[in-house]
Structure formats: structure tokens, C-alpha cells
Antibody
Framework: EVQLVESGGAVVQPGGSLRLSCAAS????????MHWVRQVPGKGLEWVSL????????YYGDSVKGRFTTSRDNNRNSLYLQLNNLRTEDTAVYYC?????????????WGQGTLVTVSS | EIVLTQSPATLSVSPGERATLSCRAS??????LAWYQQKPGQAPKLLIY???NRATGIPARFSGSGSGTDFTLTINSLEPEDFAVYYC???????????FGGGTKVEIK
């Protein structure tokens, strides 16, 4: 069974930093591209970042480019998101998402999410 | 940049009725569209991929159609558990990433 478990969410002050982690199990982690997607409470879904299977290619949404960094450790079956220079508008639930080739453009596996609150 | 526009923002439907949700892409995306259902406090759940294919375990009352720029998610004979928010999504090739529509909330009439 595929499992994605995020951790690291916390309350942080504007300008602060945080590192989110996603522990993956139940599939061959280094076979898959992974994403981070966030959701402001009560609002829609926003794509944050993509990490290729080997971590050599990363891409970011415009709102986080230059502030967030995604990485992965395939030996630990883990995905990471480093959040720097946080703003109040970064407050959201952050989901770790597996890109499922078996489902074309769809993503069938999402973690439960971890809440990041940016507030003074 | 591809933009996905969902309509309506809110749809009021009685249990047992049909719900029809729309997703329009700002440019042609062939059949590369997915639909998700999200309930409060839960992660999104994949319903439909590649415009018309049901994901594993999704009931037959959910169906997707369309290609190019206009897509539809139809929910036949709404069950109480179907009242939720629905999102459409496209996987962009360049720059690589995911694009989501703004969502449609299906509420009980």
C-alpha cells in the first residue's frame, strides 16, 4: 500500500524558515516524480514544486520560486521542502503528492498534509 | 501558461439528481485532464484521469468527458457522500508542473 506521510509543519514567524519532510513507502520511490501541493485553509489547490525521480530536476511555482527548495533522498525514501523567507500568505496545508504514470496526468496518491502557519 | 476555469463555483443539487461540472482550459490540452474530489479535512481523491478514465475504486456514477479545451465531470444520482469540492487538474509539460482549476463546490439543495 502506498503511503506518504508529511511532517515538519509548525507555527513560524514571517521571514523564518522551515523544513518539511515526506516519508514514502509501499512503492519504488526512485521510480517516480514527486510534487508538493499546498492549500490555504478554505481555498483551492496550488502546485508548489516538482522533483524528478533522481532529484536532478526541480521546478517551482512562481509564488515560491527563489524561496523554497525541494529535494529528495532516495536512500531514505524521503522528499523534502525547505521553506525560507516565509510570508503570511504561505500559510497552508502542504501535501506530498506522487505522480502516477499509471494514471496518466492524474495523481492518485497524496499524503494527509502538514500545516504551516506563518504568523507573528 | 495554461489556466483552468471551473464553473459554476457552487452547484446546489438534491440527492438522487445529476450534477454537471465544467472545466475550461485556456488552450488545448488534448485529453490530459484529471478530476478530484475533496472533502473537509481530507486530501484530494483522484476520480478521473485522462479526461474520461475512472480511477481504481471510483463508482460508475462518476464520468468524465471532453477534450481540447472543454471538459465535463458528471455525477449521476448523487449520493450523500458526493457532496464535496471538485477540482480539475492538468499536468503541464513545459514548464513541468501541475495546474488546478479553482474548484466547484457541490452542496445539498
Amino acid at each position: 500500500e502506498v503511503q506518504l506521510v508529511e511532517s515538519g509543519g509548525a507555527v513560524v514567524q514571517p521571514g523564518g524558515s522551515l523544513r518539511l519532510s515526506c516519508a514514502a513507502s509501499g512503492f519504488i520511490f526512485d521510480d517516480y516524480t514527486m510534487h508538493w501541493v499546498r492549500q490555504v485553509p478554505g481555498k483551492g489547490l496550488e502546485w508548489v514544486s516538482l522533483t524528478s525521480w533522481d532529484g536532478s530536476s526541480t521546478y517551482y511555482g512562481d509564488s515560491v520560486k527563489g524561496r523554497f527548495t525541494t529535494s529528495r533522498d532516495n536512500n531514505r525514501n524521503s522528499l523534502y521542502l525547505q521553506l525560507n523567507n516565509l510570508r503570511t500568505e504561505d500559510t497552508a496545508v502542504y501535501y506530498c503528492v506522487k505522480e502516477d504514470r499509471e494514471y496518466g496526468t492524474g495523481c492518485a496518491h497524496w499524503g494527509q498534509g502538514t500545516l504551516v502557519t506563518v504568523s507573528s | 501558461e495554461i489556466v483552468l476555469t471551473q464553473s459554476p463555483a457552487t452547484l446546489s443539487v438534491s440527492p438522487g439528481e445529476r450534477a454537471t461540472l465544467s472545466c475550461r482550459a485556456s488552450q488545448g490540452i488534448s485529453s490530459f485532464l484529471a478530476w478530484y474530489q475533496q472533502k473537509p479535512g481530507q486530501a484530494p481523491k483522484l476520480l478521473i484521469y485522462d479526461a474520461s478514465n475512472r480511477a481504481t475504486g471510483i463508482p460508475a456514477r462518476f464520468s468524465g468527458s471532453g477534450s481540447g479545451t472543454d471538459f465535463t465531470l458528471t455525477i449521476n444520482s448523487l449520493e450523500p457522500e458526493d457532496f464535496a469540492v471538485y477540482y480539475c487538474q492538468h499536468r503541464t509539460n513545459w514548464p513541468p508542473g501541475l495546474t488546478f482549476g479553482g474548484g466547484t463546490k457541490v452542496e445539498i439543495k
